[in-house]
């Protein structure tokens, strides 16, 4: 089975896709239909209480299973396999460790505002690509659970679209998140509260 795949998303290999869970699945628009229930109960999970330890790889993997678990057996679990985005798979979880404590630093000493704190954080969480997928959505996630809850700031409207879909807005992230690898951080800090 294959699944088409939106600009800069993260193509599945064949041993992950045996990970689907609901075996009728066929297309993309059933997959993303599954994957956004279960995104949604995450949210209903996370309405009921104050996510604490936010900042750990084991509450990110915790968000990761609670958002997909009911689709892919790997949810939760780090990535095991290359990618076409991310680090190399064996460096994931010290990567994790080194953003959660330059994020402690960052918020104990006020480095950036907390927009930027958030821009920064997302931008690596994705650029370390934790899972096999559905990093995007997951890092967008935990990036306004973080501003919520650490700083009591409003989420983010992220460009008010639906990035999971290809299209001018999905680009935009896309093109501003690149301009991250590159370190100016400037148009994801637009676009983030655009
Ligand atoms: N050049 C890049 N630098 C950093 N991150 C990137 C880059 N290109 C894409 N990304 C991130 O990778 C994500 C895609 O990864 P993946 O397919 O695992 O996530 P997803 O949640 O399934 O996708 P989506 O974001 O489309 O919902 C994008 O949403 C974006 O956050
Ligand atoms: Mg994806």
Same mark, same amino acid.
């Given at each position: 089975?294959?699944?088409a795949?939106?600009?800069?998303?993260?193509? !599945?290999?064949p041993n992950?896709? *045996?990970? @689907?869970?609901?075996?009728?699945i066929?297309?993309?628009?059933?997959?993303d239909?599954?994957?956004?229930?279960?995104? *949604?109960?995450?949210?209903?999970?996370?309405?009921?209480?104050?996510?604490?330890?936010? $900042?750990?790889e084991s509450?990110?993997? /915790?968000? +990761?299973? =609670?958002?997909f678990?009911?689709?892919?057996r790997?949810?939760?679990k780090?990535?095991?396999?290359? =990618?076409?985005?991310?680090?190399?798979?064996?460096?994931?979880?010290?990567? @994790?460790?080194? !953003?959660?404590?330059?994020?402690?630093?960052w918020?104990?000493?006020?480095?950036?505002?907390s927009? /930027?704190?958030?821009?920064r954080?997302?931008h690596? @969480?994705?650029y370390? +690509?934790?899972?096999?997928?559905?990093?995007?959505?997951?890092?967008?996630?935990?990036?306004?659970? $973080? $501003? /919520?809850?650490?700083?009591?700031?409003?989420?983010?409207?992220?460009?008010?679209? *639906?990035?999971?879909?290809?299209?001018?807005?999905?680009?935009?992230?896309?093109?501003? $998140?690149?301009?991250?690898? +590159?370190?100016?951080?400037?148009?994801?800090? =637009?676009?983030?509260?655009?």
């Open positions: 089975m294959e699944f795949n939106a600009q800069g998303a993260t193509p !599945l290999d992950e896709i *045996n990970g @689907l869970i609901p075996s009728h066929t297309t993309r628009t059933e997959l239909r599954w994957e956004q229930d279960n995104i *949604n109960e995450a949210l209903a999970w996370l309405d009921k209480r104050r996510p604490r330890d936010i $900042l750990s509450f990110m993997r /915790e968000l +990761h299973k =609670k958002m678990c009911h689709v892919w790997w949810a939760g780090l990535r095991q396999t290359e =990618k076409n985005l991310g680090i190399p798979f064996y460096r994931i979880a010290v990567e @994790l460790k080194n !953003l959660c404590d330059d994020m402690q630093y918020i104990e000493h006020q480095t950036f505002d927009d /930027e704190i958030a821009v954080f997302h690596r @969480l994705v370390i +690509h934790p899972f096999a997928n559905g990093n995007g959505r997951h890092a967008r996630l935990i990036t306004d659970i $973080l $501003l /919520e809850n650490v700083f009591n700031q409003p989420p983010l409207t992220w460009g008010q679209a *639906n990035l999971a879909q290809t299209g001018q807005d999905r680009t935009r992230y896309i093109e501003s $998140l690149v301009a991250a690898d +590159h370190g100016d951080f400037l148009p994801l800090l =637009k676009f983030v509260r655009s």
